[in-house]
């Protein structure tokens, strides 16, 4: 035995999938997941054990254009034959869009700064059938700057024990929202937020009480006093899966400072 | 009897379908059509007979979200009530998205202009699950200027007999090109072309012929000659209807030219 055999080299992936199949990201027994379905592939094309550390894990129904997961395999595996290998072996609702070597020891979950999610609410009176699995249709009026008040307050550090539901298994409820906004696109809108991580089903609460704001049945200052380790049962309804899509991961730029790109704004 | 119970009224509807369920708009018997679902769905909410007449024949799979139909009805039945009964009534892969009434003897199909449709040519290496119904995967490169030159050569008057299946059953096949592009969007080359009327099968030949071209298999000559009642054979493959969508349909303005607001360009 030569010590190449022992080489590991640490892949990136970035992964699109139509949630609409899958239960959901995490691998569950007799549950067609992505995580299972991506991890039978990768044994499959790299014929060794695989474990996929991965930056979101989407509820089932929910989509992804930009998940990205990671793995350690052997240094003979070649990220462009990897991808194109994966192309021809999965199925036609998820998809690794790009493979790329990352530095040794980084884990797509662990590394992770920040999520980037977008909920799309459809607000015209009749549904759109071409987008009827990636839009909430909303056909009542909505208070755009309500909607717009209660999302601001949500910025910053909050207790979000109230957006989530009770049984779920995390030790702390703190999560910091670094962005979040609601953006007029045609006849929708679109909630976008990003955050350090969320809380199970945090995103759909957020939604399903936003609405609530919306529609002038709950005022933003109650809606504020949630932010503080409310009881899951004071928020609204859990909004639908299906029109939340997970849209990018924030690592830190490896490169050293000198190389990196001057910030936009 | 009352004169009232004679009184019709002519209504126009902006139809938005998703294709993939339906053996296109033609009702045909046995078959689950566009036409065949509204129809039945206008006959419960109004009680009488209907027969619509469409602006575009779309083909099994063809997607739309611009479709205009027109029919008669009886005086009774309100615009906005019949559009609240069709959101109602409607499966989820096709809705009306608007119910207008219209001058008396107005006709969806006779009276267009023109129509426009728009076909996404995916050209990134991995596929995307999300857009899988929505755009043709053409991993090959693909030369922009060539297909920009052949794109030009189509706009005008032109005897596209090599752009339709040999067995259509059209009197002329003259048909006039308004204005005919391709435009990068994201990581998609997107053709869209506006013509008086289209023969059957008209746009997929397009793209499929344009293809070739892209690809440097066809030159942009041999393809300029393809446009004066060339055969069939001598054109290239049928894309796949998949990546077709029927966007907008132009009709003459109504108002009096002193109402009718300045040109744009």
């Known amino acids: 035995m030569t010590g190449g055999d022992h080489e590991r080299r ?14 959901g990201w995490a691998a569950q027994p007799g549950q067609r997941t992505c995580e299972g379905v991506l991890t039978e592939a990768l044994v499959t094309l790299t014929r060794g054990p695989v474990e996929l550390s991965v930056a979101g894990r989407t509820d089932a129904g929910v989509h992804a254009t ?19 290998g994966l192309v021809g072996v999965l199925p036609e609702d998820i998809a690794v869009r ?10 797509a979950r662990r590394d992770a700064l920040s999520r980037a999610y977008v909920y ?7 549904p759109s059938p071409l987008r009827r699995q990636h839009v909430l249709h909303h056909p009542w009026p909505l208070d755009l700057a309500l909607l717009r008040r ?11 024990t109230a957006f989530t539901p009770t049984d779920t298994q995390h030790v702390f409820f703190d999560r910091t929202v ?34 609530e704001v919306g529609r002038g049945r709950l005022s933003v200052e109650r809606f504020a006093a949630l932010l503080d380790g ?20 924030r690592y830190p730029d490896p490169r050293p400072a000198a190389q990196r790109p001057e910030p936009v704004t």
Do not use: K, N
């Open 10 to 23: 640490t892949l990136r992936l970035e992964i699109e999938y139509d949630g609409g199949g899958f239960a």
């Open 66 to 84: 930009g998940q990205v997961a990671s793995l350690v395999t052997a240094a003979s595996v070649d990220p462009t034959r990897l991808l194109r």
């Open 98 to 107: 790009a493979v790329h070597e990352a530095e040794d020891g980084f884990d």
């Open 120 to 126: 799309r609410v459809l607000t015209s009176s009749a």
């Open 150 to 160: 209660a999302t601001a307050a949500m910025v910053g550090q909050h207790d979000f």
């Open 178 to 211: 670094l962005r979040s906004d609601w953006i007029e696109s045609g006849d929708e809108l679109v909630f976008r937020i990003e955050a350090d991580a969320f809380l199970r089903h945090m995103v759909r609460v957020m939604v399903g009480t936003l609405l």
């Open 230 to 249: 409310a009881r899951r049962s004071d928020a609204g309804p859990t909004a639908p899966a299906h029109p939340l899509c997970l849209i990018g991961v």
